[in-house]
């Protein structure tokens, strides 16, 4: 049996998402099969702010996104909850196409640490300076891990 995806096309994720350079897709359950309309939308290379928090992107959508070439522009990325492990971020560590990439969420995936220090020696992602990683910690690139307890 083939799984219908929940969007059809591009423009039934973007609807209502899309604020002026922001794009908020977050909690729609996007598989990778249906982010792949997204890396193929010229509206993407608008797109400074990519909220994908809580979908279902895994490893696989994550090595499509690192390989997108319209997302040039992204400076902010929310990848919490979305099944991302230390393979994904090795892939998204080697991405030429996020030459502005600056902030990254990783909180609620089950990270263990290569992929961490994949993003910290990341010879493409020179931007990079904040990634969180789960609640309370912060790294900045060049200073080192802070732990600020959220409450």
């Known amino acids: 049996m083939v799984q219908r995806t929940k969007f059809e096309d591009v423009e039934s994720i973007f609807e209502g998402r899309l604020r002026g350079n922001q794009a908020m897709l977050t909690s729609l359950g996007l598989t990778p099969e249906e982010a792949r309309l ?4 010229p509206r993407m290379k608008e797109v400074s702010w990519l909220d994908l928090d809580d979908n279902l992107l895994g ?4 090595a499509e996104l690192a390989q ?10 929310n990848l919490n909850k979305n099944g ?3 393979a994904g971020l090795q892939k998204l560590a080697q991405s030429k196409c996020l030459p502005k990439l600056k902030r990254l969420h990783l909180k609620h995936n ?16 020179d931007g990079l300076t ?13 200073e080192g891990w802070r732990y600020h307890p959220q409450l």
């Open 38 to 41: 997204l890396w193929q939308a």
């Open 59 to 62: 490893d696989e959508g994550v």
């Open 68 to 77: 997108c070439e319209l997302l040039d522009n992204v400076q902010y990325l």
């Open 84 to 86: 991302v492990t230390d």
């Open 110 to 125: 089950s990270i263990e640490g290569p992929g961490v220090i994949a993003l910290f020696e990341s010879q493409t992602l």
């Open 130 to 142: 904040t990634f969180q990683i789960n609640e309370g910690w912060t790294c900045k690139k060049r």
